[in-house]
């Protein structure tokens, strides 16, 4: 089943990966999105699909939150998302 990443717009089941961007918490901290790193589950996210060294599609189950580590969809951070834009 085709899901469509409302981040970057691709199917998730064929795009690689993401878009790349950067996090930003309330305070205005900024954090770098950790991509999948393959480590034990297999050359692409079993839940988004990214490829390994790629950022996760929105709302991905597996990603770390790059502020506390935790997972990102149940960590307390509420980190927002941006696009990497130029400095
Ligand atoms: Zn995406
Ligand atoms: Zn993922
Ligand atoms: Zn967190």
Do not use: F, N
Not at 21 to 49: H, K, N, R
Request: proline share 11%; charged share 15%.
């Amino acid at each position: 089943m085709a899901v469509t990443c409302i981040r970057c717009g691709k199917d998730m089941d064929s795009a690689p990966g993401c878009v790349p961007g950067v996090y930003m918490d309330g305070a205005g901290g900024l954090y770098q999105p950790i991509p999948y790193s393959g480590a034990g589950t297999g050359p692409a996210c079993p839940e988004c699909g990214a490829v390994r060294g790629e950022p996760h599609h929105v709302d991905c189950g597996a990603e770390l939150c790059p502020k506390c580590g935790a997972r990102l969809l149940g960590c307390a951070c509420r980190l927002m998302w941006r696009p990497a834009g130029p400095h």
